[in-house]
């Protein structure tokens, strides 16, 4: 079975500050880790992909396959960052798997 | 342009009154997914389809349907809707599957 586990249903920062929003995951196989942003009101956006390596908005994330880990970091969040943020894994047949999100408030 | 499209965006009906919720995309692609997102729960996958007359259970099947006839269509049916059906469905679409889905804007469904 594949799951994926985010800890912190909220997470505040202030403008500025370093943000890690954390991600765990179980599988069997090689995952394909995704992270997927949900701007207020708005449909899900694919932030960002473990295979290709990106920085997208100043976030990256970090496969590690030991700790079974995908944690998004971004060194100076900006208001604009407020959002929920959900990990995702990708198996078997193109099963898309959720963690429970985050949300994320940066404040000014 | 490229998209997913769902309708409707609001849909408010009674326990046991059958609906289907619509979902297209026009990419082409091979991949098609259906989600309820809640409070807490964050998205849980219904069914999920690898292509044409190819579908499969989600994490939280009960009570719904879908079908592939078609590689652009995915429909999702609620045969008889019971109050617990009420959330907001996201339907979503990938080109390659282990691949990022694109995502439609949701219908927000409240069964009373």
């Known amino acids: 079975a594949q799951r994926v586990t985010q800890p912190e249903k909220l997470l505040s920062v202030f403008k500025g500050a370093p943000v890690e929003l954390k991600c765990n995951y179980s599988?069997?196989?090689?995952?394909?880790l995704f992270w997927y942003v949900q701007y207020s009101r708005q449909r899900l956006q694919l932030l960002l992909r473990?295979?290709s390596r990106e920085s997208i908005k100043g976030f990256t994330a970090d496969l590690n396959k030991g700790e079974t880990s995908f944690h998004l970091k971004k060194p100076f969040a900006q208001e604009e960052d407020s959002a929920m943020y959900y990990c995702?894994?990708?198996?078997?047949?193109?099963?898309?798997?959720f963690g429970q999100g985050t949300i994320l408030t940066v404040h000014p | 342009e490229a998209q997913v499209t769902q309708n409707p965006r609001y849909l408010i009906t009674v326990t046991g009154k059958k609906l289907t919720v619509t979902c297209s995309q026009n990419?082409?692609?091979?991949?098609m997914s259906w989600y309820r997102q809640d409070p807490g729960l964050g998205l849980r996958q219904i069914y999920y389809?690898?292509?044409?007359?190819?579908?499969d259970k989600g994490d939280v099947p009960e009570g719904y349907k879908v079908s592939r006839k078609e590689k652009r269509n995915f429909p999702l049916i609620l045969e008889s809707p019971s109050p617990n059906q009420t959330s907001l469905y996201f339907c979503?679409?990938?080109?390659?599957?282990?691949?990022?889905?694109?995502f439609g804007s949701g219908t927000r469904l409240t069964v009373v």
């Open positions: 473990h295979i």
């Open positions: 995702a894994l990708s198996g078997h047949y193109g099963k898309l798997t």
């Open positions: 979503a679409s990938s080109l390659e599957g282990m691949g990022g889905y694109t």
């Open positions: 389809s690898m292509n044409v007359e190819a579908t």
């Open positions: 599988y069997s196989g090689s995952p394909e």
């Open positions: 990419m082409n692609h091979e991949y």
